[in-house]
């Protein structure tokens, strides 16, 4: 099994900056696609960024020029830089990768980060 873990959220001013870390942890496997998403309470879960395998981004609209997406092949890891931060970015985010072992292909999420935005 692979484990995401995501890092990094916390409290920040409006204006503000903070980076997020998803590691995955595991043996025999390797990683195609990464994401952030983010659901807040009574919401559907949305893309905020993904990443292909050779570094390749897509934003959502709302993230366009303040977020961006990367990733270390070497340390499995996903980042996500988030600059002018607003508070309506508040919310949970989570960590999303495809997974292949051997001819397998499967989806892994992490568990969850909070930002919170605030004065």
């Known amino acids: 099994q692979v484990r995401l873990v995501e890092s990094g959220g916390g409290l920040v001013q409006p204006g503000g900056s903070l980076k997020l870390s998803c590691a995955a942890s595991g043996s025999g496997f390797s990683i195609y696609n990464m994401a952030w998403y983010r659901q807040a309470p009574g919401n559907q879960r949305e893309l905020v960024a993904e990443?292909?395998?050779?570094?390749?981004?897509t934003y959502a609209d709302a993230v366009k020029g303040r977020f961006t997406i990367s990733r270390d092949n070497a340390k499995n890891t996903v980042y996500l830089q988030m600059n002018s931060l607003k508070p309506e970015d508040t919310t949970v985010y989570y960590c999303?990768?495809?997974?292949?072992?051997?001819?397998?292909?499967?989806?892994?999420w992490g568990q969850g980060t909070q930002v919170t935005v605030s004065s």
């Open positions: 999303n990768a495809d997974i292949f072992r051997g001819l397998t292909r499967g989806n892994s």
């Open positions: 990443i292909t395998d050779r570094g390749t981004p």
